[in-house]
């Protein structure tokens, strides 16, 4: 009787906070779903995809030495030079308490659901973002793989690890510098003014120039290990 009356808690709470939910273009009842608890907040880390086609976004959640944060890179189609241009959106006052996720901007839970006969992670927004769900419906995204999958460059672990002295030791002056610089070109910062960065990136697939202010778009862990690894560099010049 008990497990009876939490399984129905658990779908009256999921139904009450979100009604019908969008799965990209599919509606998803609430009963589809079921809360996904875990032992620790690291758990949820990955990266979460929400919508289709021009609609879609990543959702990229980090966890890292007490820090969570969050940011969205969707993208939008322009016509001067004709291309797909990549658009991040970093979410504020970000925490998760139990299986609930909230910020500034929007709020949510981690689910479990079925997707293609397989059991799937996912995390339920309430104020969806892409535009393509109608006013009042809550959205799904999928999470779709780790982290490092996610960032691009050759220390990728820059964007989603919090770093210590220690952890830069082993590396030269030169390495910090590209660490520091991959922090950025990750946001498609053009270097105009570092001719020797430019062209270190404009050779990387995953390298795109994009009009961009990395100071609006930077994680607060990106911001904490810019500082860590410009220390690590000053260190390594004297150590010559």
Not at 29 to 56: L, M, Q
Request: with cysteine; net charge positive; hydrophobic share 40%.
């Amino acid at each position: 009787m008990r497990f009876q009356l939490l399984c129905f808690s658990l779908f009256f709470s999921l139904s009450a906070s979100y009604g019908q939910t969008m799965l990209g273009m599919e509606p998803m009842s609430a009963s589809a779903f079921t809360k996904w608890i875990t032992a620790t907040p690291k758990d949820y880390e990955g990266v979460y995809h929400f919508g289709e086609s021009e609609a879609e976004s990543d959702f990229a959640l980090v966890v890292s030495k007490g820090i969570v944060t969050a940011q969205i890179r969707s993208g939008e189609w322009v016509a001067k030079p004709e291309r797909w241009r990549k658009v991040y959106r970093t979410l504020t006052n970000v925490r998760i308490i139990g299986n609930k996720f909230y910020s500034k901007e929007t709020e949510g839970e981690f689910v479990l659901f079925t997707s293609d006969e397989e059991k799937t992670y996912g995390l339920i927004v309430g104020k969806p973002w892409s535009g393509s769900v109608a006013k009042g419906r809550a959205e799904v995204g999928v999470r779709i793989g780790p982290l490092s999958d996610y960032y691009g460059g050759t220390f990728p672990q820059a964007s989603y690890q919090v770093l210590k002295p220690a952890d830069l030791v082993r590396y030269d002056k030169e390495q910090l510098a590209l660490m520091r610089n991959e922090i950025f070109a990750r946001y498609g910062y053009a270097f105009s003014r570092n001719e020797k960065m430019r062209r270190y990136f404009t050779k990387k697939e995953w390298y795109q120039v994009e009009k961009v202010s990395p100071n609006l778009v930077l994680t607060p862990i990106e911001k904490k290990n810019l500082l860590t690894i410009q220390s690590a560099e000053a260190q390594a010049g004297l150590a010559k």
